[in-house]
């Protein structure tokens, strides 16, 4: 965050050169902001801020939040999702506090890509920003969303689950259309329902549950 302070200002020559300070948040006022989709998270230990002598306040704060995600797993696991992180401050109208982007979404793509790990189940692909003001019982807030995107890492759910599911099929053909007898198909097709069977068992535990309609893979 950074922000300005007219009343805060100083001569650097009048005192040694010093050109900026550290002080504690609660010195001067600071703008007080919220993330909307958070629903729990760890509030930061590090509540300093950087005063230069213009008046310009600089303040980093690392947060650690969980939001909450609208997820569309129609396509799963070859699924890519957009998640927003919406920062505002309900305390100040729009005609109070303004809040802008310091950089450019490109800027802020490339340093989110070197936070990211890269052998996680989820590769980061886009980040787009947009500003709006919310309008609340006649009042309007000045916000800025952050849309992220992500796609699925589908390798190990193609091994574990939908290459099985194809052997089996197609073992359930071969054994079908073979020229072997009714009892040896019969025990074969019995064994191909159990393996059917728990491969569903392993199917229902992987897919996520957090929409209403079920990923493709779920319902064949």
């Not at 802020?108 to 919310?134: A, H, P």
């Not at 849309?147 to 190990?156: A, D, F, K, Q, Y």
């Not at 689950?161 to 073979?178: E, N, Q, R, S």
């Amino acid at each position: 965050q950074e922000w300005q302070n007219p009343f805060a200002t100083w001569d650097p020559r009048d005192f040694c050169n010093i050109s900026e300070i550290v002080l504690p948040m609660d010195t001067y006022w600071s703008p007080p902001v919220f993330i909307l989709e958070r629903v729990s998270g760890q509030n930061p230990e590090l509540n300093y801020m950087v005063l230069m002598h213009n008046g310009s306040f600089n303040s980093t704060r690392p947060y650690q939040v969980t939001l909450t995600c609208s997820l569309i797993i129609l396509k799963f696991p070859f699924d890519t999702q957009m998640c927003n992180l919406s920062i505002a401050s309900f305390l100040y109208p729009v005609t109070d506090l303004v809040m802008k982007i310091r950089r450019t979404p490109a800027e802020i793509m490339k340093d989110s890509q070197s936070f990211i790990l890269t052998d996680g189940e989820w590769r980061f692909t886009n980040l787009s920003i947009i500003e709006y003001t919310e309008i609340m019982d006649d009042k309007g807030f000045s916000v800025v969303t952050y849309v992220i995107s992500m796609e699925r890492r589908p390798t190990l759910y193609v091994l574990n689950l939908i290459l099985p599911t194809c052997a089996l099929y197609l073992l359930d053909m071969a054994v079908l259309f073979g020229p072997s007898s009714l009892e040896e198909k019969i025990n074969f097709q019995i064994a191909i329902i159990l393996g059917s069977s728990m491969l569903a068992v392993i199917l229902n535990n992987s897919l996520p549950t957090s929409s209403n309609k079920p990923p493709i893979i779920g319902t064949h």
